[in-house]
């Protein structure tokens, strides 16, 4: 989108592979990315599930730290 800030979208899925009674859940979801510094990225996201298995919806954020 620009220099610094991105935007992604991703399918996404968990499939348990020990467990009988686990069925495997899928998930969409996008988010947009900010570039604080060089070094700084925080993320925000939205997403909901894609089968019965999976949860309704979600947010989340997350803070990626590069240690040079």
Not at 11 to 16: A, M, Y
Not at 18 to 27: F, L, T
């Amino acid at each position: 989108m620009t220099d610094r800030v991105g935007a992604y979208t991703e399918w996404f899925g968990f499939f348990p592979h020990s467990s009988e009674a686990a069925k495997p859940e899928h998930y969409f979801n996008g988010g947009l990315t900010f570039l604080l510094t060089d070094d700084i990225q925080w993320d925000v996201r939205a997403g909901v599930g894609l089968n019965d298995a999976a949860d309704d919806s979600f947010v989340g954020t997350g803070l990626s730290i590069r240690f040079r």
